[in-house]
Nanobody, 113 residues
């Protein structure tokens, strides 16, 4: 069974950069034809897909976030990461990583001074 575990700071100040990491166990991030995503859910809103990185390292971004978002992976650690720049209160959300049909448990990120 594939398991995903997010790690993040919990609290970020406005205008700073949010960094999140998802550690994958039970499956490789380089398994052919797999894609690994970051998805978030702000309070009272639906799920928002943010970005993904493919098994081959290809990157995909939501157009609305592309200018502030980067995604990367560390195959030696079997993890992938998200960076979101210039955060504001609108970025307060639960952030999930997702891959191969499996979800992480989510990590709450609050943007506040």
């Amino acid at each position: 069974q594939v398991r995903l575990q997010e790690a993040g700071p919990g609290l970020v100040k406005p205008s700073q950069t949010l960094s999140l990491t998802c550690t994958v166990s039970g499956g490789s991030v380089t398994k052919p034809n797999t894609f690994w995503s970051w998805i978030r859910q702000a309070p009272g809103k639906g799920l928002e897909w943010m970005a993904a990185i493919g098994y081959d390292g290809a990157r995909y971004f939501a157009p609305s976030l592309q200018s502030r978002t980067s995604i990367s992976r560390d195959t030696s650690k079997n993890e992938f990461s998200l960076r979101l720049e210039s955060v504001s209160s609108a970025d307060t959300a639960v952030y999930y990583c997702f891959g191969r049909g499996y979800w992480g448990q989510g990590t709450q990120v609050t943007v506040s001074s």
